[in-house]
């Protein structure tokens, strides 16, 4: 059985975003067992953090207005993934950790599901995780 799903492309200077409505069987608050989701690629700064995560910020704000429950940004968004060396280094680091914070509390608010890129440190360890945010968490 062929099913048929509705796409928005929007394209502007700073980003784009591709939104499709992915079936899912079971979860009563989506419609008709459809929840709509966007993918972002959003225009980044090698190693500045704070750009891009209003850029992040400003995407996923953009998702929600265009009701998606979900919104995916690529590996390393936060960062930038061409790093190579600054990976190593703690000012780089804390900034991704800050950024993700920043985040979490500019779309608190909002009633959308987050998957952000990005770098994190554990067990004197760095990792390529994707960090996964709802209302400020």
Do not use: W
Not at 49 to 62: D, E, R, S, V
Not at 103 to 123: D, F, N, Q, W, Y
């Amino acid at each position: 059985k062929k099913k048929k799903f509705g796409y928005n492309i929007l394209i502007s200077y700073e980003d784009i975003l591709f939104y499709c409505n992915i079936n899912i069987r079971g979860l009563g608050a989506m419609k008709d067992g459809f929840l709509r989701v966007a993918a972002a690629t959003p225009e980044i700064r090698v190693a500045d953090c704070i750009h891009n995560a209003q850029a992040i910020t400003g995407q996923i704000i953009q998702a929600a207005e265009n009701n998606a429950s979900l919104i995916v940004f690529p590996e390393l968004s936060v960062t930038g993934y061409t790093c190579s060396d600054l990976f190593l280094q703690s000012a780089l680091l804390d900034a991704a950790e800050d950024a993700v914070l920043q985040i979490a509390e500019k779309t608190s608010a909002l009633p959308i599901l987050s998957v952000i890129g990005v770098p994190l440190r554990a067990s004197n360890a760095i990792y390529n995780c994707a960090v996964v945010l709802y209302k400020g968490e």
